[in-house]
């Protein structure tokens, strides 16, 4: 390989290392930071789900803790035009996509009020877009809204615990605005970086 040729690369190569490593500490000065995930394998990644706030009318003003990790799968599909990008594996529901049932087994939801457990009901993937790379850069990127949807029992009346409403059923919805990512097209296609910034985590009604 030429040299120059060799250099040129090395040079992109630091350049987007530099611009994920800048765009983390952008969001952190911002507020809230950059929450990365941990990669299992090329394609498969675990997603921390850090989120505390009050559900307001949601769930009756309980004050809720979510914690656990996702485990979203990639995958490679082909577009018309012959290019290729990756996407989140999904199913399909009534028109929407969903993550497997599975990718949410170990997130829940405690109600500091109610002294609830929350489980997750499902997770959708919203508003998606990737883009495929290029002859000059390497590296497609891609994003798109996540929505974990959160159901909480009542507690039994005759429990330690009791209840704030008893027979009443509390539900919310944590929404991710944007969760990022990116890939490495002479890697397989494996994704090298996938996360969300803090600042654009809020919860919601179902």
Not at 129 to 137: G, I, L, R, V
Not at 146 to 152: C, P, W
Not at 160 to 172: E, L, N, R, Y
Request: proline residues 5%.
């Amino acid at each position: 390989m030429n040299q120059l040729v060799q250099l040129s690369r090395q040079v992109q190569y630091l350049f987007i290392a530099l611009l994920f490593a800048s765009f983390a500490v952008v969001q952190s000065a911002i507020g809230g930071g950059f929450v990365e995930g941990t990669k299992l394998t090329g394609k498969m990644w675990e997603l921390p789900t850090h989120f505390k706030g009050n559900t307001g009318q949601c769930a009756g003003g309980d004050e809720v803790e979510v914690y656990g990790k996702l485990q979203v799968e990639f995958v490679v599909q082909p577009r018309p035009d012959g290019k290729k990008v990756v996407l989140p594996r999904t199913v399909e529901e009534n028109g929407k996509l969903f993550l497997p049932k599975h990718a949410s087994k170990d997130v829940r939801g405690d109600g500091r009020t109610s002294r609830r457990t929350y489980r997750v009901d499902k997770v959708q993937v919203e508003k998606g877009s990737a883009y495929p790379a290029t002859k000059f850069n390497k590296f497609g990127s891609g994003a798109f809204r996540l929505r974990i949807f959160f159901v909480g029992n009542p507690n039994r009346v005759n429990t330690a615990q009791g209840d704030v409403s008893p027979g009443k059923v509390f539900t919310f919805s944590v929404v991710y605005e944007e969760v990022d990512y990116s890939w490495n097209s002479e890697k397989q296609d494996d994704v090298n970086l996938f996360g969300y910034p803090l600042r654009f985590v809020k919860l919601d009604c179902p």
